[in-house]
């Protein structure tokens, strides 16, 4: 095989789409989401709002639409995108988020467990507090095609995880 037929091979595999990106398809629509968020010890803080998941470029990335409700509190008007996909050259799915509550774009790499319903997902923020490094986890389960939800963690110093934010998403 030439060069270039290897070139163009190469190519057209890292363009495709995989049963991996089907994957994706019943995150798609609109969803009321219940978020609880910890920023400190106790009860944690309850929001609600609305996200909105197309399928982008040929169904190879998630688009997600945040928009949360008309509150009081230290996020009024919160508004969050974000995009999810799987790599095929690496085999990972990725995922980037950036929202108004901040000023710095999370990036995760993880993995589907066995069931296709659990994803892991890994990531590294910078600590607002400290400006140190700090581990992030999050975890999406997908319950049924009107049901999911996902779970964030981040990692202190002692390298013990923290469950700081928790959403329950139902198709609206």
């Known amino acids: 095989m030439s060069e270039h037929a290897t070139q163009e091979s190469a190519c057209e595999a890292v363009s495709a789409t995989t049963d991996e990106h089907k994957l994706f398809e019943p995150f798609v629509g609109e969803f009321k989401a219940t ?7 106790g009860d944690p803080m309850v929001t609600t709002g609305v996200m909105t998941n197309s399928l982008d470029l040929g169904g190879r990335y998630l688009h ?3 928009q949360g409700d008309d509150m009081e509190g230290p ?25 108004s509550a901040s000023t710095f ?36 389960v997908l319950k ?8 964030m963690y981040f990692t202190m110093p002692d390298g013990s995880e923290h469950k700081s934010m928790e959403i329950h998403y139902t198709r609206a």
Do not use: C, L
């Open 35 to 41: 978020v609880r968020m910890w920023m400190g010890p």
């Open 64 to 66: 997600q639409s945040y």
């Open 75 to 99: 996020f009024p008007n919160f508004q969050g995108r974000g995009y999810w996909g799987f790599n095929t050259v690496t085999r990972k799915f990725e995922g980037f988020w950036i929202d």
């Open 105 to 140: 774009m999370m990036s995760e790499v993880g993995d589907v467990d066995a069931s296709k319903k659990v994803w892991d997902m890994r990531g590294e923020i910078v600590n607002p507090e400290t400006g140190q490094p700090m581990g992030k986890r999050s975890v999406v």
């Open 144 to 151: 049924d095609n009107d049901h999911h939800s996902m779970e």
